[in-house]
């Protein structure tokens, strides 16, 4: 039992390039997210999923698009590339239920865009 | 939107001080989850509290919930180095299937051995 995994753990691209993140985890969770977090403004939700096939605009997605084709994989997709997007990516979990929304982080990945 | 703001930003302590993290919100929550990130790691699930004044306890550490369900803290007990990392607060404001967690800032605890 894996919990969640990101790829990659580390990129650094140049203005105007693209690339995908990808997040899986095998839990069978129902709910997957997309943070970025920057020093001193803890976490900021990009796009997140209620399920298979749904995505959703977060507070700060511009700049980013996601998919869920599969429930235990969430992607993560810069089309081109801004030094503002230089951060550390979160993607996490979560059963949805009526008491228990804790969430699951992966471990992230650290971009740098020059 | 929903705001949730968290203080102090930074605290250092001597092992065995104890520390205090305040977490507010701008609207009511529904409930709210406290989570630890050690330096380098990603952020882990303490715990959460739905009732209005609630308190739980986890050994040294003990959470409030306000009355009015818009604030909350975190208390540790006589630190240890153990307990260096950043805290933070999130809240949720709905119980509907769309409502999402608003993090606070964070509180970065350094403890002096």
């Known amino acids: 039992n894996a919990g969640v995994t990101q790829t990659p753990k580390f990129r650094v691209l140049k203005t105007g390039q693209s690339m995908t993140l990808l997040c899986a985890q095998d839990m069978n969770h129902e709910y997957m997210y997309w943070y970025r977090q920057d020093p001193g403004m803890g976490l900021r939700l990009i796009h997140y999923s209620v399920g298979e096939g749904t995505t959703a605009k977060g507070e700060v997605p511009d700049g980013y698009n996601v998919s869920r084709l599969k429930k235990q994989n969430f992607l993560l997709g810069l089309e081109s590339a801004a030094p503002s997007q230089t951060s550390v990516y979160f993607c996490?979990?979560?059963?949805?239920?009526?008491?228990?929304?804790?969430?699951?982080f992966g471990p992230g990945t650290r971009l740098t865009v020059t | 939107g929903q705001q949730v703001m968290q203080i102090p930003q930074y605290q250092h302590v001597q092992e065995g001080e104890d520390f205090t993290t305040y977490c507010n919100s701008s609207?009511?929550?529904?409930?709210i989850q406290w989570y630890k990130q050690r330096p380098g790691g990603h952020p882990v699930f303490l715990i959460q509290?739905?009732?209005?004044?609630e308190v739980k306890k986890q050994k040294r550490l003990t959470f409030q919930f306000g009355e009015a369900k818009k604030n909350s803290s975190l208390h540790i007990t006589a630190t240890q180095t153990t307990d260096v990392g950043t805290y933070f607060c999130?809240?949720?404001?709905?119980?509907?299937?769309?409502?999402?967690?608003?993090f606070g800032e964070g509180t970065q605890l350094t403890v002096n051995p």
């Open positions: 996490a979990s979560s059963y949805f239920g009526q008491r228990n929304y804790e969430q699951y």
């Open positions: 509290l739905v009732k209005s004044g």
């Open positions: 609207t009511t929550l529904s409930n």
């Open positions: 999130a809240g949720r404001s709905g119980e509907t299937s769309g409502s999402r967690l608003t």
